[in-house]
T-cell receptor
């Protein structure tokens, strides 16, 4: 069974640009979660999508947005990039009814220069 | 509100020694508790979880954790460290009702010396 996949592995952008990160959940999983892992700060919850709807949002500005597609894959968009957006962005997925058991992808390393 | 504190950003042990990674939480309602491991350049992998029932939870790779309500702790242990255990470990807490989103600690880096 394929795990959660994320693309790209690395992304380098300039301040003010936009970044798009992609995530494909495990087959059969309907929920997708996005986290930001900045150095020394642990994981900060960004967004939760389930069945195409945004279910919850963390304490991040509106320039962090995303969506979930009918095939349950998801996209995270970060507009007007700032230097402090540099981090590892992790995507996780879970099965219906097992929301607390999340399976993580390897992440996308975003560097803003 | 819920929060997680992991004591020690780095823990260093010798191969074969006991591993003890500390986690304390605060939660206004009975919590669900988790430990995750992150190997270099990889995502997080669930080691073990406590939801209800037995307070001593066994996980993968020989790790276990005990939920102690009176101490609001969920420390992770392993009797004998292996070199392959070197990784970042995260404790997480989620309320048993309400938001499904866990709160993660800042992580503890486990260093294993030969």
């Amino acid at each position: 069974e394929a795990g959660v996949t994320q693309s790209p592995t690395h992304l380098i952008k300039t301040r003010g640009q936009q970044a798009t990160l992609r995530c494909s959940p495990i087959s059969g999983h309907t929920s997708v979660y996005w986290y930001q892992q900045a150095l020394g700060l642990g994981l900060q919850f960004l967004l939760w999508y389930d069945e195409g709807e945004e279910r919850n949002r963390g304490n991040f500005p509106p320039r962090f947005s995303g969506r979930q597609f009918p095939n349950y894959s998801s996209e995270l968009n970060v507009n007007a990039l700032e230097l402090e957006d540099s981090a590892l962005y992790l995507c996780a997925s879970s099965q219906p009814g097992a929301i607390y058991e999340q399976y993580f992808g390897p992440g996308t390393r975003l560097t803003v220069t | 509100a819920q929060s997680v504190t992991q004591l020690g950003s780095h823990v260093s042990v010798s191969e074969g020694a006991l591993v003890l990674l500390r986690c304390n939480y605060s939660s206004s309602v009975p919590p669900y508790l988790f430990w995750y491991v992150q190997y270099p350049n990889q995502g997080l992998q669930l080691l073990l979880k406590y939801t209800t029932g037995a307070t001593l939870v066994k996980g993968i790779n020989g790790f276990e954790a005990e939920f102690k309500k009176s101490e609001t702790s969920f420390h992770l242990t392993k009797p004998s460290a292996h070199m392959s255990d070197a990784a970042e470990y995260f404790c997480a807490v989620r309320r048993s009702g309400g938001s499904y989103i866990p709160t993660f600690g800042r992580g503890t880096s486990l260093i294993v010396h030969p």
